[in-house]
């Protein structure tokens, strides 16, 4: 039994969720009422940023999936939404990375910021193909900006922790 439970726990994709769960926690009480300048912080696409950093575009790309249907569960939009706008997230992110021969912590920071902007550029631009009416407004422009100075700042603990989620570990027995 116990086996079993370790064998579970060893798995990246469980610990991403595990990650994704704690974090949206955060996203959806402390980041909802924190609004500099009006605006809600993105821990969320943080996550699926921080995952291509940290093992690629492939990895990230299912990385932000994963994050972002956790997202979708809690969202009034259409389910799966998020979660394809965040592997597109997560796998430019992970692309950018393959352009710096030696990635720093400020690289790190400045694709993460970019990968954010990205995100919030295209959530609204998605909602708008789906129908969703108001969108995509003027105000994206100071979203995106906001959202990509923090999750530039929490980049370097968040690409510590998906790296750690992320890891291929298996057990010396």
Known sequence: MIDALLRIAENRWFRLVLVGMVLLGVQTTILNDMRPFGVSLQVMVLLAAASGLARGSETGAVAGFVVGLL?????????GLGAAVFAVVGYA?????????????????????????????????????TGTEGALTGQVFLIALVVA???????????????????DRTRVR
């Open 71 to 79: 997202y979708d569960l809690v969202l009034t939009t259409p389910l």
């Open 93 to 129: 992110s992970g692309l950018a990375n393959t352009f710096v021969h030696a990635p720093t912590w400020w690289t790190r920071m400045l694709m993460a910021a970019a990968a954010s902007a990205l995100g919030m550029f295209l959530m609204p631009l998605a909602l708008e193909v």
């Open 149 to 167: 100075v923090f999750n530039a700042l929490a980049t370097p603990p968040a690409h510590w922790v998906c790296r750690w989620a992320l890891s």
